[in-house]
């Protein structure tokens, strides 16, 4: 089973950056949806960015304006780059490698999630 790779968390100061990146092998992935969800304890998993093949983008409310996410398709890789942090964006960042989006929502793929990086921003 192909897994993702994520890589780029870390601890920053609330208006700080970083950014993660998310390597998949296979180049099925280039014609994929790819994206990144974040999670908290005791809450549930939720979409921060989903990117297309073609480069169409979808992100939640709460990160718009602060957060990018590209891809490079002959990498098959997908990066969140993270501006202006706020201690409210701590939480578990994982990737996924296919990720289904209609007008009802995005609905991630349960076999190609990666391991998670931790994000945390301090106040």
């Known amino acids: 089973q192909v897994q993702p790779v994520e890589s780029g968390g870390g601890l920053v100061q609330a208006g700080g950056s970083l950014r993660l990146s998310c390597a998949v092998s296979?180049?099925?992935?280039?014609?994929?949806?790819m994206g990144w969800y974040r999670q908290d304890p005791g809450k549930q998993r939720e979409l921060v960015a989903a990117?297309?093949?073609?480069?169409?983008?979808n992100y939640a409310d709460s990160v718009k304006g602060r957060f990018t996410i590209s891809r490079d398709n002959a990498k098959n890789t997908v990066y969140l780059q993270m501006n202006s942090l706020k201690p409210e964006d701590t939480a578990v960042y994982y990737c996924?490698?296919?990720?289904?989006?209609?007008?009802?929502?995005?609905?991630?793929?349960?076999?190609?999630w990666g391991q998670g990086t931790q994000v945390t921003v301090s106040s």
């Open positions: 296979g180049s099925i992935f280039s014609i994929n949806t």
């Open positions: 990117i297309t093949s073609g480069g169409s983008t």
């Open positions: 996924n490698a296919d990720i289904y989006c209609s007008g009802y929502g995005c609905y991630p793929s349960d076999d190609y």
